[in-house]
């Protein structure tokens, strides 16, 4: 089983930075496509950014590309959100998720990940 632990959340002010980190451990793919999704208040949860295990390849929401980048690290088996320019709308819990057979299909949509970690609080005050 594949357990999937986020840190780094907290508050911030707009405009700062904040990386979130996803540690990945237990029966894992290098295949794996990694994800970070959002739930604010009120608000749908909604798929932010994701990765390729092998390849990198990255993908992002509309309201966070360019602010965002999402990276990962095959030594630490760890997956980043750095999160740059931070506005008050981005705040939310963030959850790691990781989808174990993906094959080029949308990368946004939620029911195809198969994990998911317990969140971590982002607060963006004005």
């Known amino acids: 089983q594949v357990q999937l632990v986020e840190s780094g959340g907290g508050l911030v002010q707009a405009g700062d930075s904040l990386r979130l980190s996803c540690a990945v451990s237990?029966?894992?793919?290098?295949?794996?496509?990694m994800g970070w999704s959002r739930q604010a208040p009120g608000k749908e949860r909604e798929f932010v950014s994701a990765?390729?295990?092998?390849?990198?390849?990255?993908y992002y929401s509309d309201s966070v590309k360019g602010r965002f980048t999402i990276s990962r690290d095959n030594a630490k088996n760890t997956v980043y959100l750095q999160l740059n320019s931070l506005k008050p709308e981005d705040t939310a819990v963030y959850y790691c998720a990781a989808c174990s057979r993906w094959y080029g299909s949308s990368w946004h949509r939620q029911n195809q990940y198969d994990y998911w970690g317990q969140g971590t609080q982002v607060t963006v005050s004005s």
């Open positions: 237990g029966r894992t793919s290098s295949s794996y496509l």
């Open positions: 990765i390729r295990w092998t390849g990198g390849n990255t």
